[in-house]
């Protein structure tokens, strides 16, 4: 089945603490991973594609296909990074989505 | 660049209306939009795959007598709720995939659109 998967639903951490936000997902072709982020009231915006292979505000993801993983991590977290984020899978030859369930990242102060 | 509007960007209606919400690609063309709904603190649900010039495909459980789309053109989709219910009340939220090749494969999403059934 194909399905996004992440386990927490918060995520709490103090400023300037490492972040790992989890993904996993199971497919049977080769998929496109993204991470969408939701601030408080704004749209969801993209904020990392697999394929790009870069670095947005201070985000890094890398897609560990032996793991079936997608993790989005950042080394110091920054009160502003608090917000919802979803990872998303689309299947070659389509662009359909299937979202992970979302994160809650808080960054205490 | 990849900008997506949906208008409006609030409804309140009573029972038994429909609604209209559209749904424009701004600044490029979008081969293909996605229509969700999202429950608060819940994840996105999809609803149906909007493709220019054909009949949008409904994902399971989506009314599609209910909610009618139309993507009459590259830029703009629109989803209609028909008769809605209060249980209808909820946050809709369009996507839209680019044509040009740098942005293949990659949704970029609107605003979203609350809607409140009375």
């Known amino acids: 089945a194909q399905r996004v998967t992440q386990p927490e639903k918060l995520l709490s951490v103090f400023k300037g603490a490492p972040v790992e936000l989890k993904c996993n997902y199971s497919?049977?072709?080769?998929?496109?991973l993204f991470w969408y982020v939701q601030y408080s009231r704004q749209r969801l915006q993209l904020l990392l594609r697999?394929?790009s292979r870069e670095s947005i505000k201070g985000f890094t993801a890398d897609l560990n296909k032996g793991e079936t993983s997608f993790h989005l991590k950042k080394p110091f977290a920054q009160e502003e990074d608090s917000a919802m984020y979803y990872c998303a899978l689309s299947g070659s030859g389509t662009y359909k989505y299937i979202f992970g369930t979302g994160t809650r990242l808080k960054v205490l102060a | 660049g990849a900008v997506v509007s949906q208008h409006p960007s609030w409804v309140i209606c009573k029972s038994g209306t429909s609604v209209k919400i559209e749904c424009r690609s701004l600044?490029?063309?979008?081969?293909?939009m996605f229509w969700y709904r999202q429950f608060p603190k819940q994840s996105l649900m999809l609803m149906a795959t909007s493709n220019e010039g054909s009949k949008a495909t409904y994902e399971q459980g989506v009314e599609k007598d209910k909610f009618l789309i139309n993507h009459a053109s590259l830029t703009l989709s629109t989803l209609t709720v028909t008769s809605a219910h209060p249980e209808d009340s909820s946050f809709y939220i369009c996507?839209?995939?680019?044509?040009?090749?740098?942005?293949?494969?990659?949704?970029?999403f609107g605003p979203g659109t609350r809607l409140l059934v009375l």
């Open positions: 600044d490029f063309q979008a081969t293909t």
């Open positions: 996507s839209a995939s680019a044509r040009e090749r740098s942005l293949q494969e990659t949704q970029y």
């Open positions: 497919y049977s072709g080769s998929p496109e």
């Open positions: 697999h394929i």
